[in-house]
């Protein structure tokens, strides 16, 4: 059976927050700033200090026989999962995912005049 790798983003939108949920997010937004995203397996949330939405981005293991429904379903649960861990609740989740074996790697030409 082989194996591919999805690389998914979700984006969401956080629940209305109260103001301990607020206070603790903020206090930890330089730890989810864009900058510190990486595509894992683990995935990884990021937010502004806006605290409107979040981008949740991971890699999800899959069979040949995975339908992108199958792929996205495993990235929003990560997501949840993630989310819930920094102490928010979602809504609105919308993903797209791109399989690694699709992405073409254009080297660049080097030319000395």
């Avoid at 991971?58 to 996205?72: H, K, M, N, R, S």
């Avoid at 861990?85 to 660049?108: E, F, N, P, Q, W």
Wanted: glycine share 6%; proline share 2%; aromatic share 8%.
């Amino acid at each position: 059976m082989a194996r591919k790798t999805y690389q998914v983003i979700v984006r969401g939108r956080f629940a209305p927050l109260d103001d301990e949920q607020r206070a603790a997010l903020l206090a930890k937004a330089d730890e989810h700033d864009v900058f510190r995203a990486k595509f894992t397996e683990e995935g990884t949330v990021t937010y502004e200090r806006s605290l409107l939405a979040f981008t949740f981005r991971c890699l999800v293991p899959a069979t040949e026989e995975d339908g992108e429904a199958v792929v996205i379903g495993k990235a929003e649960a990560l997501a949840a999962a993630a989310v819930s861990g920094i102490g928010a609740d979602y809504r609105d989740l919308r993903s797209v995912s791109t399989d690694l074996d699709d992405i073409k790697i254009r080297r660049r030409e080097h030319r000395h005049a």
